[in-house]
């Protein structure tokens, strides 16, 4: 992705202007590279609009992010994966003093996504955790597999890179319902040492689940403004099991 743009814009005023990113993207010879955030409007168009900009999208091979917002227009989340458009999780910041209600949590933004397009049944839970999984990775590499319709599951096999996250449930629904602490972070077939604190020191186990990596705050950082400060920053370096993680926290 180099390209991110926040589309607010509701109605018939949201499809111009995806209508003109669509334009320009054709032009520039930018398929592949450019993600709409948000896009809220767009799940009140008509359904004839609404498939007719899922087909550009994929065409052009847009992706999207969603906070999974409780308003009452909602992207088609079911209908984006017929056309293969790569869709995924992400918040604009963390838990800070602009915003009490938020924080880099992904187990907890999955569940709000099944919530808010209800979907109470163990396999659209299934689904919302795909998103979140398959979903961001795909955004982050356009290389990674792709959710190719609202089946398609996340999975390891012999041979697939050993990055992934385990935790405790009965099964994946219970898991995301229940959202517990205790995880295991596995990088490049390394445990992350586990990061013991308050949720935003903590957010390194839960940014992992989109293909996020993302640790406590710099020292500097967490003098200035404690541990939930929202402007993380860096990389992540393969093999590093001793000393701080990495930091990575794009914003969406």
Not at 82 to 111: A, H, I
Not at 139 to 148: D, Q, T, V
Request: hydrophobic share 40%; charged share 20%; glycine share 12%.
């Amino acid at each position: 992705m180099d390209i991110g743009i926040h589309l607010h814009e509701a109605g018939t005023q949201g499809v111009f202007s995806a209508e003109l990113i669509a334009e320009r993207t054709r032009a520039l010879g930018m398929e592949g590279r450019v993600n709409l955030s948000h896009a809220y409007g767009l799940g009140a168009v008509g359904e004839a609009t609404s498939r007719k900009l899922s087909d550009t999208f994929a065409e052009l091979d847009f992706s999207l992010t969603s906070v999974a917002p409780s308003t009452s227009t909602l992207l088609p989340l079911l209908g984006l994966a017929e056309p293969v458009v790569r869709f995924g999780l992400g918040k604009d910041g963390q838990w800070d003093y602009w915003s009490p209600y938020v924080n880099c949590e992904m187990l907890d933004r999955t569940w709000q996504l099944a919530f808010v397009y209800g979907m109470p049944k163990d396999e659209q839970i299934e689904h919302a955790l795909a998103v979140a999984a398959m979903g961001g990775a795909s955004i982050m590499k356009r290389e990674m597999p792709r959710l190719a319709s609202v089946a398609d599951r996340p999975g390891i096999a012999v041979g697939d890179r050993a990055d992934l996250v385990l935790m405790d449930g009965q099964t994946v629904a219970s898991a995301v319902m229940e959202r517990g602490a205790d995880r295991t972070v596995i990088r490049d077939g390394r445990v992350v040492p586990r990061v013991e604190g308050t949720v935003g020191q903590r957010a390194i186990l839960s940014w992992w689940i989109q293909g996020i990596v993302c640790s406590t705050p710099s020292p500097r950082q967490a003098q200035r403004t404690g541990p939930r400060h929202s402007e993380l920053h860096g990389t992540l370096h393969p093999g590093n099991t001793a000393g701080t993680p990495g930091r990575l926290c794009p914003k969406f």
